[in-house]
């Protein structure tokens, strides 16, 4: 069986290889205008494709934190003659969002203790490329419907109100818009004008939450379970920060058929520890670490990535829970 991972992983990056060097010829090479132009949105399609299923169901997250850099950077390139591709731009969104959580936030984490001014490095660098993301997913809206990012900024609710939920496009950019901004923000709590653009962000939740469809899929329920503690945009009987927290885990659990770790691990910190619950934080990040990764494999190196973590973070009890007080006499 692993022998088995082994080969589909070296299949996968050897396809990957294959489409970046395609990519590569393709500007170097390509002649005509229309030619040209034919032959980038075809690579284009193709990487937009290949960097999201292929990568996510890739078993070595060190390999994928070492490819991403060079493939986003190829993307850029084509997209750069083909600013209107729209997979494209999803998949610049999504891969800086992916490459900035998971290497650069997360990682900023692990080396806080011994280099804190590295880690500092490390956060305002993953803030930018949120921000980049995000301008993309923009840029995406603006190409799938001329005009949306002018009237946006000025009106959200009417801007929103333009695109059909029931288009798969739209929702994939809709999410990997407000998914890079909303962890942009969470990373700027100390700057008032990313603040403000809360309210943005929030229109594009109420927008995906009145999509009925979106429940298909674990990603709002879990980017909700992050996101909660800096809403300010709540419905009547919106509960606690707890509830919402609590019943956002429950929706991605159901949703992702309880085989995501990262669900468990969001809990942990943002309830567990809060409450001082050692128990209830263990058990959390145990059910993390028992996930069968190959029961998922589209969600293979999330999962991978988010068990690595829910490790680090048992490795951390002492300092994040204060010892229990000896029984009174």
């Known amino acids: 069986m692993e022998a088995m991972r082994v080969s589909d992983s070296f299949?996968?990056?050897?396809?990957?290889?294959?489409?970046?060097?395609?990519?590569?010829?393709?500007?170097?090479?390509?002649?005509?205008?229309?030619?040209?132009?034919?032959?980038?949105?075809?690579?284009?399609?193709?990487?937009?494709?290949?960097?999201?299923?292929?990568?996510?169901?890739?078993?070595?997250?060190?390999?994928?934190?070492?490819?991403?850099?060079?493939?986003?950077?190829?993307?850029?390139?084509?997209?750069?003659?083909?600013p209107q591709h729209v997979p494209l731009l999803v998949a610049l969104s999504r891969g800086f969002t992916s490459y900035s959580f998971a290497y650069l936030?997360?990682?900023?984490?692990?080396?806080?203790?011994?280099?804190?001014?590295?880690?500092?490095?490390?956060?305002?660098?993953?803030?930018?490329?949120?921000?980049?993301?995000?301008?993309?997913?923009?840029?995406?809206?603006e190409a799938s419907r001329p005009g949306f990012t002018n009237l946006f900024f000025s009106s959200p609710e009417?801007?929103?109100?333009?695109?059909?939920?029931?288009?798969?496009?739209?929702?994939?950019?809709?999410?990997?818009?407000?998914?890079?901004?909303?962890?942009?923000?969470?990373?700027?709590?100390?700057?008032?004008?990313?603040?403000?653009?809360?309210?943005?962000?929030?229109?594009?939740?109420?927008?995906?939450?009145?999509?009925?469809?979106?429940?298909?899929?674990?990603?709002?329920?879990s980017l909700l379970m992050s996101f909660e503690s800096v809403r300010t945009q709540l419905p009547p009987g919106a509960g606690t920060l707890e509830e919402r927290i609590r019943r956002d885990f429950e929706g991605a659990l159901r949703q992702g058929n309880g085989l995501l770790a990262g669900p468990y691990v969001t809990l942990a910190e943002a309830v567990s520890i809060q409450n001082q619950d050692v128990e209830e934080f263990k058990s959390l990040l145990g059910s993390a670490l028992a996930i069968d990764v190959d029961l998922y494999p589209e969600a293979r190196l999330e999962n991978l990535l988010m068990q690595k973590r829910a490790r680090w973070l048992l490795e951390q009890v002492d300092e994040l829970f204060l010892p229990e007080l000896p029984p009174e006499e």
Request: a negative charge.
């Open 158 to 221: 009417l801007a929103l109100a333009t695109l059909k939920p029931s288009k798969e496009e739209n929702r994939n950019l809709v999410q990997w818009t407000l998914s890079p901004w909303a962890a942009a923000i969470s990373l700027s709590k100390d700057r008032p004008d990313m603040i403000a653009e809360l309210p943005h962000v929030e229109s594009m939740i109420e927008w995906m939450l009145r999509w009925e469809g979106y429940a298909q899929e674990p990603v709002l329920d």
């Open 105 to 141: 936030q997360m990682e900023a984490d692990y080396i806080e203790e011994a280099d804190l001014q590295a880690a500092r490095a490390m956060r305002e660098r993953a803030r930018n490329l949120y921000l980049r993301a995000r301008n993309y997913g923009l840029q995406g809206l």
């Open 11 to 82: 299949i996968s990056v050897r396809h990957t290889a294959l489409l970046l060097t395609l990519g590569l010829s393709v500007i170097l090479l390509a002649g005509g205008c229309s030619i040209k132009r034919m032959a980038l949105n075809k690579v284009g399609n193709a990487l937009s494709q290949s960097t999201g299923g292929t990568f996510a169901s890739d078993n070595d997250p060190e390999l994928i934190g070492d490819a991403l850099p060079f493939s986003l950077k190829l993307m850029e390139s084509i997209l750069a003659e083909t």
